[in-house]
């Protein structure tokens, strides 16, 4: 992934993005069902659960990013909500399922990006989460999500003994 230091603009920014999708849906792509339920360890989670908790994860940032946008761009418009029903560990989803709702939520979170400049996405903006106020930036929201996903990308190459490509 690109450092945070080169997402200084809004193509950069989706090009970060970009980049941990990419990898993301490859390891999907070469997922079959069986390896979804493959652990590292006892207590670890499986490559379903990973998958899962970085789409609730990525999910529960809209609001907190759509609060930022409405901050330091009160001008633009909002995308429209298109919130798609995601699926839960009880379903057991497939690997077309798990794809189809990681880039069903990044168009979610890249839809938010549409019209920023790149001093709005630097700006900094009271936010409230989990009922304490902080002062972040859209950018730096984004990147630590992003930052969060190839953790867990990492984790789920490791989980099914892959190395990561370089």
């Known amino acids: 992934m690109s450092g945070p230091a080169s997402a200084n603009d809004p193509a950069a920014l989706r090009a970060v993005l970009a980049e941990n999708l990419t990898e993301l849906t490859a390891l999907l792509d070469a997922v079959s069902g069986a390896d979804l339920d493959v652990r590292l360890g006892d ?5 379903r659960e990973i998958v899962l908790h970085l789409l609730h994860a990525e ?5 907190q990013l759509t609060e930022l946008r409405r901050a330091v761009a009160p001008g ?20 077309n399922e798990l794809r ?5 939520v ?13 001093r709005q996405l630097r700006e900094p903006a009271n936010l409230s989460v989990d009922g304490e106020t902080v002062d972040l930036s859209f ?6 999500a992003a930052d969060h996903q ?14 990561a490509p370089r």
């Open 76 to 95: 633009l418009p909002l995308p429209p909500p298109d919130v798609v029903a995601l699926p839960t560990i009880e379903e057991r989803p497939e690997e």
């Open 100 to 104: 189809w709702a990681v880039r069903a």
């Open 106 to 118: 990044r168009a979610e979170t890249e839809a938010l990006l549409d019209g920023m400049t790149a």
């Open 150 to 163: 190839l953790f867990h990308v990492r984790q789920i190459e490791r989980t099914l003994g892959r190395a």
């Open 59 to 63: 999910r529960w940032l809209l609001p």
């Open 139 to 144: 950018r730096t929201m984004l990147l630590t």
């Open 43 to 47: 207590g670890e989670w499986s490559v």
